[in-house]
């Protein structure tokens, strides 16, 4: 066990550490909105489950009938956002770099920063009706991680359709382009999950690591580059436009955007 996560209150988090397993469970009613508290709980509690030679997998899923539904939307303002990009994209290249194997389970409404969080975990099942997306464009924004890693998931022309139409799919979808390794009924999401925990738990936790590194280590030095140049051009570029700004403020004064085209 580990006492500071066991014992510690998380207000956005359910975190459960046992049997070889971490368990972290976003938890923001109703749609697990990742804002910027719960960034500030998801780094240390990945940081400490990667110090735990014991634990050999991570499963992230949300609380109740959703997953997430991305990133808040007011931490894109432009007081907000460069402190957002630097906690979310930590959470990012803590996954991306860690040691164990992680394991996405998703239901419901699965977009923006959610589906980006999911995206980079190693293995991901996801329910047949949850709903996938990278709606940003749509706000007048895009989202990096996408930018950076989605065309090496699901190749490139269905990764440019996904970030600049901003079109929604389902689980069966997201698994037949790749960017869930299995789509499921919801009903038995719990059970294959699971199953695959029991299959990976008679693995060594050792030789996991070392094939994880040596199964990313090209994909690492693009993505490194890549996010770093994707949160470059979001805030010297695009937090500069004016059609960024309406796009943010329509969405928090719910109604449609008027563009200007700069």
């Not at 780094?43 to 991570?58: F, G, K, M, Q």
């Not at 990009?85 to 920063?113: E, P």
């Not at 959610?114 to 709903?131: F, K, N, P, R, W």
């Amino acid at each position: 066990m580990v006492p500071t996560l066991a014992e510690s209150s998380l207000a956005s988090l359910a975190v459960d550490v046992k049997s070889s397993v971490a368990r972290i469970v976003l938890r923001h009613a109703p749609l697990n909105i990742i804002d910027i508290p719960m960034m500030e709980e998801l780094a240390p509690a990945l940081a400490e489950i990667e110090t735990l030679p014991e634990i050999s997998v991570i499963v992230l899923s949300g609380e109740g009938p959703v997953f997430s539904a991305g990133v808040d939307v007011a931490a894109h303002t432009p007081d907000n956002v460069e402190e957002m990009l630097l906690k979310f994209h930590t959470v990012i290249r803590a996954l991306v770099a860690s040691k164990k194997v992680t394991v996405a389970a998703v239901r419901g409404h699965c977009l923006g920063g959610g589906a980006e969080l999911a995206m980079v975990c190693d293995i991901v099942y996801t329910s047949a009706t949850a709903q996938w997306g990278f709606p940003e464009i749509k706000l007048g924004c895009y989202p990096p991680v996408a930018c950076a890693a989605l065309a090496a998931l699901v190749g490139h022309k269905r990764a440019a359709e996904l970030v600049l139409t901003g079109r929604t799919i389902g689980g069966i979808e997201a698994e037949a382009i790749g960017l869930a390794t299995r789509a499921v009924p919801e009903a038995e999401l719990g059970n294959v999950v699971d199953e695959a925990l029991r299959e990976l738990l008679k693995l060594s936790p050792a030789a996991l690591a070392v094939t994880k590194k040596a199964f990313y280590a090209w994909d690492a030095i693009h993505f490194d580059k890549g996010l770093a140049k994707a949160e470059k051009i979001y805030l010297e570029e695009l937090m500069r436009t004016v059609d960024a700004k309406e796009g943010i403020r329509a969405f928090m004064e719910k109604r449609e955007p008027k563009w200007v085209g700069k």
